[in-house]
Structure formats: C-alpha cells, structure tokens
C-alpha cells in the first residue's frame, strides 16, 4: 500500500513538473527567431495568391498570432450582425507608411490589395473583396464559419460556401461595398464603408438591396492582449495535448504524434543496441580500473574514458566516417539501408544491411557515452571498497573475485541507478547530432529538421514526449533504489 501512495505521489508531482515544462518550452519556441507559417507562404503571399491576412489567420488557428494593431469593422443595421465587430491584425507601421503618406489606399489596405477577411469573436467573418472590374462595385459578404469537412446544420444554406484554409465560410449576407469619402475628411481618420446588401442564395437574386454602413478603426494591440494572444495559444496547446492531440507538424503535414511513433524505431533500434554496450564495457572496466587504483589498467582506461568525454559528437563522426567509409570504403554514409540493395531482398539480408549501416551511428554513441560510466563505476568501486563491509569479507578470508564482484559490486550498482532517469530519454529521443551526420531519419534527426525550420507545433510536441519520459525514467529509477538496496524502502 505504501508503493502504491508513493507511486501516486510522485504521479502528481510529474503532472505539475510537466506543467512547468510546457510553459517554458511553449515560451521558449514562441522566441525562436525563424517563422515557419511566414517562410512557407511569402511566395504565396508575393504573387498574390493569399494574403497576409491569410497567413495572420494561419497562425491563429495555430495559437501563434501575435498582434500588434488592429483594423477593425462595425456592424450597423444588419439583421443578426448588428453591433458586432470583426477584426484582422495589422502592422503598426503599416498606417503610417502606407496609408498616410499616400503610398497605398484606404481600400488597398482594408483589402489587403485584393480580398480581406475580417473575423468576429464567435465564428463569424466579413469577407471584402475587390472585383477587377470597379463599375459593378466590390464584393461584400457576411456570414458563418464553420470547420472544414464538417457536415452544415440542416438550416445553413451552403449553396455559396467558400472554402478558406481549414474553415468554411457561408455566407449569410452578400452585395458590394464601396468607400465613403466625406468631403473634408483628414488623412488621419478611417473612411467609413458603405454597404447595399440583401440575403445570399440564388432565391434572393431579385431581392432589392438594403444600405447599410460599417464603421472602420484602427488602434494598436494594448499588452494585455499581446499577453492574451499567447495564453490563448498556450491553453489551446494544452487543452488538445491532454486530449493526445500534439497538433499537425508544419514540415511534415502529419500529426506530430504520427511521426513521432512512426520514426522513433530506428533510434531505438540504435539507442538500445548502443546502451547495452556502453554498459557491457564500462561497468567491467570501470571496476577493474578501480582493483588496479593507479596502475597501467586504471591509467589506460583514465585516459580513453578522458577522450571519450572530451570529443564531440560531431567531430568524432566526422573522423570516424573519413576513416571507414571515405578512407577505407567498409561503410556507405547516409540512410540505414544500401542503394544497391536488390528490391527483392529477403528480409535477413535487408535486415543485415541495415545492422551494417548502423556500426558507425552506434560505435560513435558507444565510444563518447562509455567514458563517464567507467568513470562513475571507477570511483563507486573505490568508495565500496574501502568500506568495512569488504575488510570483514577479505579477514574472512574470500577470494578478491568474490569480495568484488559480490560483496562491492552490488553497492556500487547502487549509485548507478540514478543513471536510469536518463535511459528512457536517450533510447525514444534519438541521438539528434549523430543521426543528422549520419543522416538517419530517426526521431532526432527530424527533432532536429524541425528546429531549423520553426516547426512550432513538432518542437514543442517532441520535448513534451522527452519530457515525459524524463519523468517516468526518474520514477523507475527511484523504484530501482528498494530492489537493488533492500535498505530503501520506498513511501518512507
């Protein structure tokens, strides 16, 4: 019963550890200098296929938006839509360099150029669009938004819908708009829009129009609604994470718990291989250079598991691929299958080829993990050592074999539990360095790919996964403390 206390205990603290990584990795990749959504639609934006607009909303629906001022539209005298007011986001120095000055209209910049769609707070928008033709007037349209794919409920005519990015759009209201410019209005004030209208549908192609106005203003973003922007993105996060939802990587356009599942394989392919060797080498020689304190042994060893220590990944990569594969042609360099491999392989030779592929990834992350282990087991053994638990087994009169590996190897293990907080990270995260000089699509090949390019949703949905695996690493690892020292027991 007092496991299972504990074991609940520790449960709830993870949940508010992970709570607080979260709002430090969403924070962290809100930062990041690159801006995935603008890189990806600029050419899209330049020839004016969408707008930035467009782009605003995209971010959005993704919780990135950060506003900095606000053109904002008025509803009067529209059944349904009176008094409501819809918005785009704008620049601040948009108003004064474009508009101000004369280097744009007031109508190019409440469309956009070409076409502008202004969102309300409950699934609403007014779509501005200018036609090229200006003697039949622009386009005018009011109506609801709805999530694409859906099915529309029974009273919605849909007969005009627009599809707009993930949304659909159904007008309710349509007609054509155009400016008010009042005689002896100043530069400094926004041109009221002035709206003849009537009911969407082909039924209502007859109808007479109705005129309306929309009262236009622009002010800039207060900081309590910069501050909102990000805690509305935040929550949102959190609230689908809680669902399983990790969102739709921009760079892979999957779920990012897709392609997680999906690449996590190899690494752990990799990863597991390479940590049960690290462990086969180093605890051995850990503890015989610990028996041989400052003899050739323990020298030898001091120094490999120095070298081990100080090389970079990426330095001893590159060594080692100039050496075996460059050098010597033992290994191909890049993927963990051969090009030449015949389609109909059978899957032991395919799945020799990829073990073969995998010598250098592993002998990398081997060699530069095996030198802090020996060291810990060194000066655990050491420590176990002189303990007089072993000199009453020596007086004894025990073999040294027997006194070692028997009396102080098991306390020696004892340290090295803490050690397993970190397995579970190192065997599903992937080794991000060595699979990118390697070029191993693993998880931390594509954590890495993602990174460069702001993959905002895959960034924060692969430290959320490393971090939940931290924390189920350091409760396995404090459960292994009562099996390994019968001393420890654990709720007490």
Do not use: C
Not at 353 to 358: F, Q, T, V, Y
Request: net charge negative; charged share 20%; proline share 3%.
């Amino acid at each position: 019963m007092d496991t299972i206390k504990y074991i609940v205990k520790r449960i709830l603290l993870a949940l508010i550890i992970l709570l607080g990584v979260s709002v430090i990795i969403y924070g962290l990749a809100r930062m990041m200098p690159t801006d995935f959504v603008d890189n990806q639609y600029s050419s899209a934006v330049s020839n004016g296929t969408m707008t930035q607009a467009d782009v605003d909303r995209i971010k959005e629906l993704y919780g990135l938006n950060m506003p900095d001022a606000f053109l904002t539209i008025k509803v009067n005298g529209i059944e349904g839509y009176e008094g409501q007011t819809f918005r785009i986001n704008a620049k601040q120095d948009t108003y004064e360099s474009e508009v101000k000055y004369g280097a744009k209209t007031y109508l190019a910049w409440y469309t956009d150029g070409s076409k502008a769609t202004y969102y309300g707070s409950d699934d609403t928008a007014i779509i501005l669009n200018i036609r090229p033709d200006e003697q039949t007037g622009y386009n005018f349209a009011i109506g609801k938004i709805y999530s694409s794919g859906v099915d529309l409920p029974d009273d919605v005519d849909d007969e005009n819908a627009v599809i707009m990015l993930d949304e659909q759009f159904v007008p309710e209201y349509e007609g054509v708009f155009r400016l008010d410019e009042t005689e002896g209005m100043g530069i400094d004030q926004i041109r009221q829009i002035l709206v003849d209208y009537r009911k969407s549908g082909s039924e209502h192609k007859n109808d007479a129009f109705k005129q309306t106005s929309l009262n236009m203003d622009y002010r800039l973003a207060k900081g309590t609604e910069k501050a909102g922007a990000v805690l509305k993105g935040y929550f949102s996060w959190l609230g689908n994470m809680f669902k399983g939802d990790l969102g739709i990587s921009f760079k892979y356009k999957r779920p990012v718990a897709d392609v997680i599942v999906q690449n996590m394989g190899i690494s752990f392919a990799i990863a597991f291989i390479a940590t049960i060797l690290q462990f086969i080498i180093a605890i051995p020689l850990g503890i015989k250079a610990a028996v041989n304190q400052y003899g050739v042994v323990d020298y030898t060893v001091t120094v490999f598991a120095m070298i081990g220590i100080s090389l970079p990944t990426f330095f001893l990569a590159a060594i080692v691929i100039r050496v075996f594969s460059v050098g010597l042609g033992w290994f191909e360099v890049g993927g963990i299958a051969s090009a030449s491999m015949p389609t109909d392989a059978s899957w032991i030779l395919r799945l020799g080829d990829n073990l073969w592929h995998m010598i250098l990834p592993m002998f990398v992350l081997v060699v530069l993990s095996i030198g802090s282990l020996m060291r810990y087991t060194r000066t655990n053994t050491l420590e176990a050592l002189s303990a007089d638990y072993v000199r009453t087994a020596r007086a004894k009169g025990l073999s040294e074999k027997t006194v070692v590996y028997k009396h102080a190897f098991r306390n020696t293990m004892i340290p090295l539990v803490t050690l397993m907080a970190g397995i579970l990270p190192s065997l599903f995260g992937g080794a991000m360095i060595t699979e990118t000089v390697f070029s191993i699509p693993g998880i931390g090949k594509l954590a890495y790919d993602a990174l460069i390019v702001a993959d905002v949703p895959f960034i924060m949905g692969y430290n959320m996964f490393m971090a939940i695996l931290t924390v189920i690493g350091t409760l396995f690892s404090d459960l292994m403390y009562a099996v390994v020292d019968p001393r420890v027991k654990i709720g007490r």
